[in-house]
């Protein structure tokens, strides 16, 4: 195995040792971190004249070589690699020659990991935040659509008032645009650069840090070297990230499984978003929407691996950290494919509005507007609770709705009711009703402002 390290060493390591070891396998993917992150380091030693122009000049050529020629797959990532950092600095030598032993002056591999991982998390968080944006443009899309589509609002799994498609999916609009702000606030807080911590302690020669994090973007660095290397709170707090948003994806997976049912009927996926039984021929199953549910446990599992990894280590590196990678890179993918797919099934589902009309009529839903009517009639609340829960038990006996039950019963119970009480507790004024600010009757106001942060007027946009 080519190895940066073995002058104080008698003997090789085992085979099994070396396999254990390595983690070129997996941390070949941040191969143009590690690219990057070195020449900006490199840059930073020639302008510290740490290394001269010529130095300097040579290596930033022979690393955007080995990048060309690994991308046109004339240079390979291989197994024969401790790991990525152990690949790019022997290519470099290879190519280049003395020059290329003279890369990693002031830098320790400590710090050289920690980076690129934040390089690589920080891209990340940018691309899930884009796809989001899309996701909630999707949604926004079915919201504006939606305004009139009635539907039961439930509690306890039971009818309890009627809302809209519109109001219901808004519900999500605001979940999702809490995962978007969480994740940008991660990286706010991530955006430091560690490079320059060395193994732990810095390093004897006179690096100019600020420097090389703002070559890489970053707001600043890193403030102590010892946590500089040895900080993982980022990938953490990633992974946590990463977590609600598949907590959200499989809540609203959970939801369609449902509407998919024959029972409600509220949905119909799309045949490009559907899978059949290999028995019972008249099945249209919502497997993607199980799988994106099932998938939430693997990524809850990333997160408490890494919190578990991280939760003994003594300062400062220790190599359980090279365990932070596999999982992280797990979660990434598994949240991208969930949240493109996601999008794409909810875009292309067909919602049954008059099913969901007509579920919405049934169950009572109507009944706290029923209550609410007689409190326009001067009744306290509690004692038209008391009245319309009997008038219900009147329906539920005679097998009818509150709209079919004749005036006469209604003013049997209380003479209040007159004849407008059957508008008062039709399925559009039980809607139109509820304005209260994030009500289901005002939702021109979250349209209009799910419209700004779209459009990037909000803070965070
Ligand atoms: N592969 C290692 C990791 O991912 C790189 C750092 C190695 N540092 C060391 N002192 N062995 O953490």
Known sequence: MAQLWGGRFEKNTDAMVNDFNASVRFDSRLFLEDVKGSMAHVKMLAKQKILTEEEA??????????????????????????????????????????????????????DQVALDMRLYIRDEIDETADLLKGLLETLENLIEKNTETYMPGFTHMQKAQPVTLAHHLGAYFEMFRRDRERLISVRERMNFCPLGSGALAG?????????????????????????????????????????????????????????????????????????GSSIMP???????????????????????????????????????MQEDKEGTFDAIDTVRNCLELFTGLLSTTKFNKKKMKQSASGGFTNATDAADYLVGKGVPFRDAHAVVGKLVL?????????????????????????????????????????????????MDKEIEENRKYLKGEKENG
Not at 79 to 104: C, N, P, Q, T
Request: aromatic share 8%.
């Open 203 to 275: 390093t004897t020669y006179p690096l100019d840090r600020e420097y090389t994090a703002k070559l890489l973007g970053f707001s600043g660095i890193c403030r102590n070297s010892m946590d500089g290397v040895s900080d993982r709170d980022y990938v953490i707090e990633f992974l946590d990230a990463l977590s609600l948003v598949m907590m959200h994806l499989s809540r609203f997976c959970e939801e369609i499984i449902m509407w998919n049912s024959n029972e409600y009927g509220f949905v119909e996926l799309d045949d490009s978003y559907s899978t």
């Open 394 to 442: 009147n329906c539920i006996k005679k097998g009818i709705s509150l709209d079919e039950l004749p005036l006469t019963d209604w003013k049997a119970e209380c003479p209040k009711f007159g004849r407008d009480i059957y508008k008062a507790i039709s399925l559009k004024t039980c809607v139109e009703k509820r304005t209260t600010a994030g009500g289901p009757g005002a």
């Open 57 to 110: 000049q040579s290596i930033l050529v022979g690393l955007k070589g080995i990048a060309d020629d690994v991308a046109d797959g004339k240079l390979e990532i291989t197994s024969e690699y401790e790991d990525v950092h152990s690949f790019v600095e022997a290519s470099l030598i290879d190519r280049i020659g003395e020059a290329g032993k003279k890369m990693h002056t002031g830098r320790s591999r400590n």
């Open 282 to 320: 008249q099945k249209k199953n919502p497997d993607i929407a199980e799988l994106i549910r099932g998938k939430t446990g693997r990524v809850y599992g990333e997160l408490m691996s890494m919190l578990t990894t991280m939760k003994g280590l003594p300062l400062a590196y220790n190599k359980d």
